[in-house]
């Protein structure tokens, strides 16, 4: 049986490798069942821990008859769990990570020239080769149709995360303002409570600010500022706090039924008229008494804007100041109708997001959630954490290691916090852990 299995399997390896004239095996003649990998059979390298790959599979009926299927298996070496079947078509599936993940397919028919069709996920736990074979149980066949897949990984077990102490955080902002007729109310409130913010951004960071607005006509536009040839403010501009003051008032919109929140930011970061620095903290800071109204789900608005930053030691997080249900009640009150921001709030989602009320006296408040130099006591992850895995490190400059003590992670942040000693300046905090892919 093993040798006719063996038969088998080649014919089907020629076949998806498009052979025009597979060996001619007599006993596989008179059953003209055919498994094509429509995709190949080896999956592209996976570099990145969670990542994964997905390749399709047909049982294609050549035969005058019917077949009847009565499974879908894989074969995993080593024990794996790599590899799972994710979709058989017009069925639902259940992955799993067990060595052999069987579909029952029992009574399931495939019709005489007709296929079925599924995918076959490869999704490494460890680094290095994997390989499985991927079986398809026909009755009346002793052997099941088999082909062998592979794929490689370098995908780590843990993430590790560094962060010098001592030196002024780089972090860069970009304002998208509702600028349309809603606004008008409490216009006046939210300029003096940016205005503020900005004051405390000048002390505590190394900064880089530029603001853009919801104005569908507008939009992927930064607001000028009175330097030729520059798109943001930062340390270098002549009197930053006025230029501040005057870009965010912006002309008003004169669309009243959208905000283009998202969709704002995504423009500026896509058409790189403001491009964050790499080794800085990226902050998009969205303001607006209604919903965003851009296509799209927030949870993938939130997962593009938090790739944007993908350097050791830096993130990427959003602030919404928006209706909610903490309003303070006289804004309500002064400022109907209003709409709760829920898809502001729902972007934590996809990236580590602060939420306060339009109507905070306190917008400032927001920014002692970021590191800001000297001695920091907030680390952002690059990536979740297994819930149990982060281990703290020490580095001093004496080349000795300990063991921090005195931190806690913080899960809405995704960051080791230390609540009451912060490292010493001069060292350096090593963070790893297993990388969460729920």
């Not at 088998?8 to 069942?33: D, K």
């Not at 003590?405 to 000693?421: H, K, L």
Request: aromatic share 10%.
């Amino acid at each position: 049986m093993l040798h006719r299995r063996l038969i088998f399997s080649a014919c089907i390896l020629l076949f998806a490798c498009g052979e025009e004239n597979p060996p001619v095996e007599t006993e596989l003649v008179a059953l003209p069942v055919l498994l094509v990998a429509t995709e190949g059979l080896t999956y592209a390298h996976v570099t990145r821990a969670c990542s994964d790959e997905r390749k399709r599979f047909c049982v294609e009926n050549r035969a005058v008859q019917a077949i009847d299927l009565d499974a879908i298996e894989l074969e995993q070496h080593n024990g794996g769990g790599d590899f799972s079947i994710s979709k058989i078509d017009g069925m639902t599936v259940s992955s799993t990570a067990t060595n052999v993940d069987p579909a029952n397919l029992r009574g399931t028919v495939i019709n005489p020239g007709a296929r079925l069709c599924f995918e076959v996920e490869y999704a490494p736990k460890t680094a290095g080769i994997h390989s499985a074979f991927v079986n398809v149980r026909v009755q009346g066949f002793l052997e099941p149709l088999s082909i062998e897949i592979g794929g490689t990984s370098d995908a780590n077990d843990r993430s590790v995360d560094s962060f010098a102490q001592g030196l002024q955080t780089n972090v860069d902002f970009l304002f998208v303002l509702d600028n349309s007729p809603a606004m008008s109310d409490i216009r006046e409130r939210v300029y003096d409570q940016l205005e503020q913010m900005f004051s405390v951004i000048e002390l505590r960071f190394n900064y880089r600010v530029a603001i853009t607005t919801t104005d569908p006509s507008r939009l992927g536009t930064l607001r000028p500022i009175g330097v030729a040839g520059e798109q943001f403010i930062s340390k270098t501009t002549v009197d930053p706090a006025e230029e501040f003051a005057r870009a965010i008032r912006a002309p008003e919109s004169t669309t009243l039924s959208e905000v283009l929140a998202f969709e704002a930011a995504f423009q500026v970061y896509r058409s790189r008229i403001f491009v964050p620095r790499p080794d800085a903290t990226l902050v998009t800071i969205f303001v607006s008494d209604r919903d965003d109204t851009s296509d799209g789900s927030p949870e993938l608005f939130g997962h593009v804007f938090s790739a944007l930053i993908d350097t050791t030691g830096q993130t990427s997080m959003a602030m919404s100041f928006v209706r909610s249900n903490f309003d303070p009640f006289q804004c309500w009150a002064a400022n109907p109708p209003s709409i709760e921001g829920s898809r502001f709030i729902q972007l934590g989602f996809g990236i580590p997001t602060f939420v306060d009320s339009v109507c905070s006296d306190n917008y400032s408040g927001a920014l002692f959630n970021l590191p800001s130099g000297g001695d920091v006591s907030f680390f952002t992850l690059r990536q979740p954490p297994k819930q149990g895995t982060i281990e703290v490190t020490i580095k001093h400059l004496d080349g000795t290691e300990t063991a921090a003590t005195g931190w806690r992670y913080e899960e809405s942040f995704r960051a080791v916090v230390f609540d009451f000693v912060p490292p010493p300046r001069g060292t350096t905090v090593e963070i790893s852990y297993e990388v969460s892919c729920g």
